[in-house]
């Protein structure tokens, strides 16, 4: 699995109440896209000629994020097609989820400025964040014996079985 992005609040991102201004947590997702992409594909990725651009952002805000917060973003594969993915995020302050958001990405040639199959390699790299999710959910069920946590697992395998996979 793959570390959280670590966010570090700067004070431009406040509004006047001393909240995070509701654009910036895009900011904080787009960072953690970078960061999960990185891990996923490497340095040496082409993102000239294999691109992907946003066609849906979403953001839910539970809690507000303050400047003394050390905020972490979370990213999970949540749907695969042919030409895009959606990707879905948690930001958590102390473990605590403060926001959750949803993007969805078209894969798209840079140099001929059209959409595209996304590249194997980074379905292959989805793929398997996809996978690391869900055994590090069977791992955590193997070891919990509440009726709330089989229930979770069962509802989270479910979720998972309906992602539609082209």
Partial sequence: ???????????TDLDVLGHVNNN?????????????????????WDWKKHTVVLAKNEVEYLQPVLLSHDPEVSMY??????????LRYELKVNGIIFAKGRSVLVAFDGEKGV???????????????????????ILWYNTSSSALQHFLFIYYLLSCLIIKVH
């Fill in 1 to 11: 699995m793959i570390s959280p992005a670590r966010i570090q609040v700067r004070f």
């Fill in 24 to 44: 910036i947590y895009l900011s904080y997702f787009e960072m953690a896209r970078v960061h999960y992409f990185k891990e996923l594909l490497g340095i040496d």
């Fill in 115 to 137: 959409s595209m199959e996304i590249p194997l390699k980074m379905k292959s790299a989805l793929f398997h964040h996809l996978r690391a999710r869900i055994k590090s959910v």
């Fill in 77 to 86: 594969t949540e749907h695969i097609g042919s030409k895009s993915f959606t």
